[in-house]
């Protein structure tokens, strides 16, 4: 089954970075393009980034444009958010997700990693 | 951008019910819809896509329809682990989401 499993979440000041990394298994890493979605608390979901299979594509909500950037390392099987210049309505849990086949689903999730931007 | 609205934001409801949420969307998406159930504190789980498609493994009394800017998700006969948030979600081209339908105990 895959598994997507986040980690590098906490508690960050304002203004300051923190870099997410989503570590895949049990398939072709490297064949999928990859999402991060958040969800702040007590919200709903928002899509935030994805990253095409290969890093050549990347695409952001126009919320973390300029600040946020997905990347990954195919030979590490690891997706990353780097998150600079946070803000307090950035604080949610951050999901991971496959994009699943040509009718680009988000068909596998991890189960997410907590930012709380707060002084 | 396309939007994505659902309505109602909550609905109370009773074991054995027939519910049904909408989503409308900001423009035509043709059929590229897709409905997620999350319970708290867990990641969402995909039931349906492209607007009818069952997922695999998702019961029967879950179905989908619509296509263009209106689209509906019905579970017929509620049971007691249904009770949750679901969202709809414009898949392709963008992956919007709309704000979710609480779906609660009556």
């Known amino acids: 089954q895959v598994q997507l499993m986040e980690s590098g979440g906490g508690v960050v000041q304002p203004g300051r970075s ?19 979605v958040r969800q702040a608390p007590g919200k709903g979901l928002e899509w935030v980034a994805v990253i095409t299979y290969d890093g050549s594509k990347k695409y952001y909500v126009d919320s973390v444009k300029g600040r946020f950037t997905i990347s990954r390392d195919n030979s590490r099987n690891t997706l990353y958010l780097e998150m600079n210049s946070l803000r307090g ?11 699943g086949g040509a009718l680009r689903l988000l068909d596998f999730w991890g189960q997410g990693t907590l930012v709380t931007v707060a002084s | 951008d396309i939007q994505m609205t659902q309505s109602p934001s909550t609905l109370s409801a009773s074991v054995g ?4 949420i909408i989503c ?14 999350q319970k708290p504190g867990k990641a969402p789980k995909l039931l349906i896509y492209k607007a009818s498609s069952l997922e ?14 209106e689209f ?3 579970i ?31």
């Open chain 2, 17 to 20: 019910d027939r519910v049904t």
């Open chain 1, 89 to 99: 309505d950035d604080t949610a849990v951050y999901f991971c997700a496959r994009e």
């Open chain 1, 18 to 36: 923190l870099r997410l990394s989503c570590a895949a298994s049990r398939f072709t890493f490297s064949s999928y393009d990859m999402h991060w």
């Open chain 2, 76 to 106: 017929s006969g509620l049971q007691p682990d249904d009770f949750a948030t679901y969202y709809c979600q414009h898949h392709n081209t963008y992956w919007t989401f709309g704000q979710g339908t609480k779906v609660e105990i009556k």
């Open chain 2, 24 to 37: 409308r969307a900001s423009q035509s998406i043709s059929d590229w819809l897709a409905w997620y159930q």
């Open chain 2, 72 to 74: 509906t998700l019905t």
């Open chain 2, 56 to 69: 695999s493994g998702v019961p029967s009394r879950f179905s989908g329809s619509g296509s263009g800017t």
